[in-house]
C-alpha cells in the first residue's frame, strides 16, 4: 500500500471512515459521467445526490468520531475542488449548448476558483481555502446547481452561484490583502490577527 493511500485510509493509526466517504465523493464522478454519456439522465443525478451528500456526512463523521484532522480537512478541499469541476462536466453533458449560452457565468463559477488559487499564492505563498460564510453558501449552491438547472430546467440559477461564488472569492482576497491568514475566520471583515 503506498503511503499516501495509506495515510489516507488509517490516519493516526486506525482505519478513518470520514476519509473514505470523502474518497467516495471523487470516485463516484466517473460513474455519474458514464450514466449522463448512456442516457440515464435521472439514474446519474440521483447518484450524484449521493456524492454530493457526502460532503456533509465526511465532515459529521470526522468530527463525531473526534479524528478531524488537517490532513483530513485538506483531503475534502482536494476532492471539493475535483468534484466542482466535474459539476461543468455534468452540466455541459446534460444541457447540451449551455457553455456558448452562459460562458461568462461559468467562467466565474468554475474558472474563478482556479484563478483565486493561484492569486492566494502570489499574495501569502500558501494556497488558503477560508471558511467564510460565503464559501459555504457558495459551495452548497455549487452542489446544488446541476439538480437545480435539470429540475427547473432555469439556467439563471448559474448566475445566482457565479454571483455568490465570484463574491466570496473577492471577500477572500480582501482578507488575504488586509493580512488576514486565519482559515476559520467567519467572513472578510473578521480581525486579522498577527502570525
Not at 454530493?52 to 473526534?66: E, I, N
Not at 460564510?133 to 457558495?138: I, P, R
Request: no cysteine.
Amino acid at each position: 500500500m503506498s503511503a499516501l493511500l495509506k495515510r489516507v485510509l488509517i490516519e493516526d493509526g486506525g482505519l478513518k471512515l470520514a476519509n473514505l466517504v470523502t474518497l467516495s465523493r471523487a470516485v463516484l464522478i466517473a460513474p455519474i459521467l458514464l450514466l449522463l454519456l448512456a442516457g440515464f439522465r435521472w439514474s446519474a443525478l440521483g447518484l450524484y445526490g449521493v456524492a454530493a451528500a457526502s460532503d456533509l456526512v465526511d465532515g459529521w463523521l470526522a468530527r463525531r468520531s473526534g479524528r478531524a484532522s488537517a490532513f483530513g480537512a485538506q483531503l475534502d478541499a482536494v476532492v471539493d475542488n475535483l468534484f466542482s469541476i466535474a459539476i461543468l462536466a455534468f452540466l455541459a453533458l446534460d444541457r447540451p449548448g449551455i457553455l456558448a449560452r452562459q460562458p461568462v457565468a461559468l467562467a466565474i463559477l468554475f474558472a474563478g476558483p482556479i484563478a483565486y488559487l493561484a492569486i492566494s499564492w502570489l499574495l501569502s505563498r500558501r494556497v488558503l481555502m477560508f471558511h467564510f460564510w460565503s464559501a459555504k453558501a457558495g459551495g452548497v449552491v455549487l452542489f446544488g446547481l446541476w439538480p437545480l438547472v435539470a429540475l427547473t430546467g432555469w439556467e439563471g440559477w448559474i448566475w445566482l452561484a457565479a454571483l455568490l461564488v465570484g463574491f466570496s472569492r473577492l471577500e477572500q482576497i480582501a482578507f488575504i490583502l488586509r493580512g488576514g491568514r486565519a482559515l476559520d475566520a467567519p467572513h472578510g471583515l473578521s480581525r486579522v490577527q498577527a502570525e
